[in-house]
């Protein structure tokens, strides 16, 4: 006369197969069971008409203080290395270096850098409202 077991997942009568080892009533059962077992925040409903596991689990993300931390130091340390590695040329123009521009431009006189001073020592100047080349 065989002997039936009780399933430690899903509540169901079997007959084991193997004498004495055999907790669960299939393979599915068992690895279910480990799994269910395993660090995952179960959320089982359970139906009470049968005793039988109807919904598993969902893992569930937790968010720490330390973890919020971590990650605005990160990007910090991100915006620190990025500032001090990239070039001047390289970097975006700034709101002071646009105006720097405009009231270079909006003057009368733009300096000519590929030219050479005079023999007085003053600075070549493009006049703009007269198109002719000034030293200054």
Known sequence: MKKT????HCNDDYTPTRRGVQKFCSKSCKSRYW????NYTKEVAIDTIENKVVNSIAKVDKMSLAGVGNAAAGAAVVEVVKTVFTAQDNKPATKK????????????????????????GRSPFYDVETGNVVFR
């Open 35 to 38: 799994y269910l077992k395993q």
């Open 5 to 8: 077991e009780i399933c430690l």
């Open 97 to 120: 270096d646009i105006q720097e521009l405009k009231t270079l431009i909006t003057g009368r006189y733009l300096p000519v850098n590929n030219a050479a001073k005079d023999a007085f």
